[in-house]
């Protein structure tokens, strides 16, 4: 397999992880910033299960006529990160939300230039 | 899926932003499914699509907030992303190549895995076998998160009996 | 939304079979994909799905807030508490094996517990998030004078 097919995935997952930085970084609307760590997060499941993949294997639930199978522990755990994932990012709109009521804005300049200014 | 995550950096309406997200979530979940990962896929489908768009458009309509501003100096943190993805890219070029038995991932803890787990639970999903009795502190952990983080928004929008 | 025809009757007819569903994935997961959390999650989409269409006060009628606080906690507690159990029968925290005379069926007994505790955790968690989000919304658009 060349190179460029054999590492495929993997530029893959980092197209998606450096989009999520980019918006994480370069957005200053907070509901930005929680969706690409949204993406960001979605490139680290690809980061986990794309390795576990056999090419001719099927699903890691045991059945007669299969002996290949994909590796059962990163979709364990990616499945758990899912479930937090959504979690974290509820927790984060909670908080995005209290501070649209503190402050009348979620963007982020605004809100510093508030915090300088003293202002309520 | 790079087409919807492309759109979902430049456009700047926070809402299409969110119903792009939904659909990258799907998009995500069929990959998964190619990849043999069909609970990963399952969970995404439901949680991404489902519950996260619910959510972020229930904050969506909280905040009002529908258009984000311009950028004012896209170009630097365009440039340290770009640099970071290169850097990583170079190392990606020492990982094992796709689908490759002899990876180290699959030769250590998975075999075990997958070869006595329908012996010593008799289920035959090892996923499940994996998830609820080899790694069940790791489950019970995790629970215990989604627990927390629930009380956390619970504390944080719990609407006081009284107005301010 | 409530007004459409359409909507009401596919919704009313939809959410049983999207519980029924949960429950499928929730006890199937033996066989098949699926497990505590993506049971919850599609058992809490049912209900917001039904909130969604008949209003928020429908939805709280059909789970009541009250409930999916319960939920959270007791399934976070039934999980630990199959740990406890495995203690108080001779054998480690989170220790399957001791849980029923045959091995093999102690280990088939905690994973089905630790995966209802995973639903109702997962699914009260869900629930709760989407009410605390919409409730607030609402006092908002009421005190707007809509």
């Known amino acids: 397999m060349s190179a460029v097919a054999a590492h495929f995935s993997y530029w893959v997952?980092?197209?998606?992880?450096?989009?999520?930085?980019?918006?994480?970084?370069?957005?200053?609307?907070?509901?930005?910033?929680?969706?690409?760590?949204?993406?960001?997060?979605?490139?680290?499941?690809?980061?986990?299960?794309?390795?576990?993949?056999?090419?001719?294997?099927?699903?890691?639930?045991?059945?007669?006529?299969?002996?290949?199978?994909?590796?059962?522990?990163?979709?364990?755990?990616?499945?758990?990160?899912?479930?937090?994932?959504?979690?974290?990012?509820?927790?984060?709109?909670?908080?995005t939300v209290r501070i649209r009521e503190a402050y009348g804005t979620i963007e982020e300049d605004e809100i510093l230039e508030r915090d300088r200014t003293g202002e309520r | 899926m790079a087409v919807t995550v492309l759109a979902m950096v430049l456009q700047r309406n926070l809402f299409s932003v969110v119903v792009?997200?939904?659909?990258?979530?799907?998009?995500?979940?069929?990959?998964?499914?190619?990849?043999?990962?069909?609970?990963?896929?399952?969970?995404?489908?439901?949680?991404?699509?489902?519950v996260s768009t619910v959510l972020l458009l229930g904050a969506l309509h909280l905040t009002g907030g529908t258009e984000a501003k311009r950028l004012e100096r896209p170009l630097v943190p365009l440039a340290l992303a770009v640099a970071v993805g290169a850097v990583l890219a170079y190392g990606s070029l020492g990982l094992p190549s796709f689908s490759d038995p002899l990876a180290p991932i699959h030769t250590h803890v998975a075999p075990r895995y997958l070869g006595a787990s329908v012996e010593e639970t008799g289920v035959p999903n090892v996923v499940s076998a994996v998830l609820a009795s080899y790694r069940g502190y790791d489950t019970l952990g995790e629970t215990i998160v989604v627990f927390t983080a629930g009380a956390g928004v619970i504390a944080l929008l719990r609407r006081r009996r009284k107005g301010r | 939304m409530k007004d459409d025809i359409i909507l009401r009757v596919v919704a009313k007819l939809l959410t049983p079979f999207m519980l029924l569903f949960a429950l499928y994935v929730q006890f199937h997961a033996d066989f098949g994909p699926g497990g505590g959390f993506q049971a919850g999650v599609i058992a809490a989409a049912?209900?917001?799905?039904?909130a969604l269409v008949f209003g928020l006060r429908a939805g709280l009628r059909l789970v009541p807030e009250a409930v999916a606080e319960r939920m959270l906690a007791a399934g976070a507690l039934l999980y630990a508490g199959v740990g406890l159990a495995g203690i108080a029968l001779g054998g480690n925290y989170l220790d399957y094996f001791v849980l029923d005379a045959d091995a093999v069926h102690g280990q088939h007994r905690g994973i089905f517990w630790v995966e209802v505790g995973v639903l109702f955790t997962v699914s009260g968690v869900m629930l709760k998030l989407f009410y605390m989000f919409a409730g607030r919304g609402g006092t908002r658009d009421e005190r707007g004078g809509e």
């Open chain 1, 13 to 95: 997952t980092l197209f998606l992880m450096i989009a999520g930085l980019y918006i994480l970084i370069a957005r200053g609307n907070l509901m930005k910033k929680l969706i690409g760590l949204g993406v960001f997060q979605t490139s680290v499941y690809l980061l986990y299960i794309a390795p576990g993949k056999l090419v001719g294997g099927t699903a890691p639930i045991v059945a007669a006529g299969f002996t290949t199978y994909s590796n059962p522990l990163p979709h364990v755990l990616i499945l758990t990160a899912i479930v937090v994932g959504v979690a974290t990012l509820a927790l984060g709109l909670a908080i």
């Open chain 2, 20 to 50: 792009l997200f939904s659909i990258y979530s799907f998009l995500m979940a069929t990959v998964l499914v190619a990849l043999d990962a069909v609970d990963v896929a399952m969970t995404e489908a439901a949680v991404g699509a489902g």
């Open chain 3, 46 to 50: 049912a209900v917001v799905f039904y």
